[in-house]
């Protein structure tokens, strides 16, 4: 049974900084590896999508990187801002269940 | 659709009523996820659709809860005899196949009083 752990469960940063979400996975069979944004009262957001043959994806100031092997993806975000505050989740897919295991998300505060 | 519509966005039912959520997908995926996100905590999986079957039932909590699809669109989620633990925000997600890129509805938010 695939297990998706974050951490930190919170972060708290100034604004300008460069700072890195974690992710891991125990089963490393996956197919590929998504990551979404979710801010208060709302649904999930779709940021990066990483395929299992990948090592990373990028969309403009988010990088997110994928070591199989490992069982770890990083979300990098360059240079925060305040409107980046938000809980940040990762999504590992695996085809045999045909379904994404979450992780509890990382929530970003990031301070003016 | 533009996107994943979730209806209603919010209901508040009595304990012990029936109630009936709403997912559209986004027109021509045939993979529908529905999920339940208590507050403040993660999201746990309930089902999941391939076209208008269910492979993967392991995540309804109880017989209390069921899910349709008709055909490769809409997906009602029933909670009969709703209890006080059932307050969640129920998300429902599309993707073109199970294995792409998920899109999420804005959820809708269930309180039982």
């Known amino acids: 049974k695939q297990e998706v752990t974050q951490i930190p469960a919170a972060l708290s940063v100034p604004e300008g900084e460069n700072l890195v979400l974690n992710c891991s996975f125990t089963?490393?069979?996956?197919?590929?590896l998504q990551w979404f944004r979710q801010d208060p009262g709302k649904g999930l957001t779709s940021l990066l999508l990483i395929q299992s043959s990948q090592r990373e994806q990028t969309s403009g100031r988010l990088n997110a990187s994928l070591d199989k092997s490992s069982g770890r993806s990083t979300l990098y975000i360059a240079a925060s801002q305040p409107g980046d505050s938000a809980t940040y989740l990762c999504?590992?897919?695996?085809?045999?269940?045909?379904?994404?295991?979450f992780g509890d998300g990382t929530t970003l505060t990031v301070k003016p | 659709g533009a996107g994943v519509s979730q209806s209603p966005s919010n209901k508040v039912t009595e304990k012990g009523k029936d109630v009936e959520l709403r997912c559209d997908p986004i027109?021509?995926?045939?993979?529908l996820y529905w999920y339940r996100q208590r507050l403040g905590q993660g999201l746990e999986f309930l089902i999941y659709?391939?076209?208008?079957?269910?492979?993967?039932k392991s995540g309804l909590p109880s017989d209390r809860f069921s899910a349709e699809r008709t055909g490769e669109s809409v997906s009602t989620l029933t909670i009969q005899r709703t209890q006080q633990e059932d307050s969640a925000v129920y998300l429902c997600?599309?993707?073109?196949?199970?294995?792409?890129?998920?899109?999420f509805g804005q959820g809708t938010r269930l309180t039982v009083v």
């Open positions: 659709f391939q076209g208008n079957s269910a492979p993967d």
């Open positions: 997600a599309s993707s073109w196949q199970g294995y792409t890129e998920a899109f």
């Open positions: 027109s021509g995926h045939t993979a």
């Open positions: 999504a590992a897919y695996n085809t045999n269940a045909g379904k994404s295991t």
């Open positions: 089963d490393s069979a996956i197919y590929n």
